[in-house]
Every structure is written in structure tokens, then in C-alpha cells.
């Protein structure tokens, strides 16, 4: 919502007002500032608890079910990664279907930000775990966070902006039509914010994030093994 409400009139068919427009910006955001209050909240907890550390996993279950939980989680926030990707680089690349096209990238820098923040914080909390049942149930409530945007547009009824989500955007500007050639330094700035998201994501998040808990218990594991320094 917060990245379609800044799209001229010509795509979606609504003639908001600016106030209208910051209204529903400010709502988007808020929710968003309510996903860093909970990995705030979640991060003081495991500061401030003595009891809290990665801890190798003791038994080929465990680490099953971590490097489960872990995947479940990648696919869960990736389309989320993904989307926000292709709203940074629509706002880039077609920035005169804006009215103002800053808070509608930021919105998508935001989603992404926010999800591979939630998904690395679920797979740091899933190693500090000494049970299979707490793996399984602390993922289901940790997983709430990358969805409460989720929860918030399905709460909406009768909104103006829930016709959004049948807009089509079509991708008219491409690489060899040089669309930022006259492009302000704004514009290409935030070109080359997405550009860096999209390669980190591609090269790195899509395929190997989720083994990042495997990559966790070994490290901790040669970490806390006497012997290992023997081997």
C-alpha cells in the first residue's frame, strides 16, 4: 500500500490527496515500525538473558529440524525479499509514474531490510534451542513477525487502497532504453542501492541463506570442542 499510493492516478484509478496519500504512508510505515519494535523486543531478551547462547545441536534430529525450520523460513520471507526488490527497481526505472517516487522506494527497501532481518534473527534464536518442540514452536510465533504486513492490508475492508492489489504495472522502461540517462542523482543513487540488494540476494540469499544454521552449529561446535584445537 505504502508503495502503490504514490503511483499516479493514470494506474490506479484513485484521485487521492496528498494528506490521503501521507495517511496511508504513515500507516504502512507504522506497521513496519511495529516488525523492529518485536526484533527489538526479541534481540533485548536474548542480550539480556544469561541463559541465552548458540549451542551446537546435539543430535542429527536437532540439527534436522533447525535446518528445516530455517528453510521454512527462507521461503516464507523470500517473496517478501523478492517483492521489495522489484518495487526498488520499478520506483528506479519508471520513477515518472510517481507522483513521488522516494517513499514508494523506501517502502520496498523497508520490506526487504525488514525480512532478511526477521529470517537471520529466526535462525539465531532456533541454535540458542536445547529441544526439537521449542524449535517447531518458537518458528511458528518468530515466523508472525515477517506477516504481520500481512495482517494488517487483510484487516482493511472497504479500503480504497484494496484495489491495488489488481493492478497490473507494466514494465515499459528497460536496460537497453538507458531510462536514468537524464535521471537527477536521487534517482541513480537509489538505482545503485537496488542494484547492491539485488546481487547480494541473488548471489548470496536465495540459495544459501537457509544453510546459515548448519554454517552456525559448526562453527560453535568447533568453538566449544576441547579437542578441536587436538585434531
Not at 15 to 39: H, R, T, W, Y
Not at 81 to 109: D, T
Not at 166 to 192: D, G
Not at 199 to 206: D, G, I, R, W, Y
Request: net charge positive.
Amino acid at each position: 500500500m505504502g508503495f502503490g499510493v504514490f503511483l499516479k492516478k493514470d494506474f490506479l484509478g484513485l484521485n487521492l490527496s496528498a494528506e490521503q496519500q501521507s495517511d496511508v504512508f504513515m500507516n504502512s510505515l507504522i506497521v513496519q515500525m511495529i516488525q523492529v519494535i518485536m526484533i527489538l523486543c526479541v534481540w533485548k531478551y536474548a542480550y539480556t538473558n544469561e541463559k541465552f547462547a548458540v549451542k551446537p545441536a546435539r543430535s542429527l534430529d536437532m540439527m534436522v529440524a533447525r535446518f528445516v525450520a530455517s528453510m521454512m523460513m527462507h521461503i516464507n520471507v523470500e517473496k517478501d525479499v523478492r517483492m521489495g526488490i522489484q518495487m526498488m527497481k520499478y520506483a528506479v526505472n519508471h520513477s515518472e509514474n510517481f507522483n513521488n517516487v522516494v517513499p514508494a522506494f523506501v517502502m520496498g527497501l523497508n520490506s526487504t531490510i525488514l525480512s532478511l532481518i526477521v529470517e537471520i534473527n529466526v535462525m539465531v534464536i532456533l541454535s540458542s534451542l536445547p529441544n526439537i518442540l521449542g524449535v517447531v514452536m518458537k518458528y511458528v510465533s518468530l515466523a508472525a513477525i515477517a506477516n504481520i504486513p500481512r495482517f494488517y492490508y487483510n484487516s482493511l475492508v472497504e479500503h480504497k487502497m484494496c484495489s491495488i492489489k489488481e493492478v497490473s504495472l507494466k514494465i515499459t522502461n528497460f536496460r537497453h532504453n538507458n531510462p536514468l540517462k537524464n535521471a537527477p542523482c536521487h534517482i541513480k543513487l537509489m538505482r545503485l542501492i537496488a542494484k547492491s540488494w539485488m546481487l547480494m540476494f541473488k548471489s548470496c540469499s536465495f540459495y544459501f541463506m537457509p544453510f546459515m544454521a548448519i554454517f552456525l552449529n559448526f562453527k560453535f561446535m568447533v568453538d566449544v570442542n576441547p579437542k578441536a584445537g587436538h585434531a
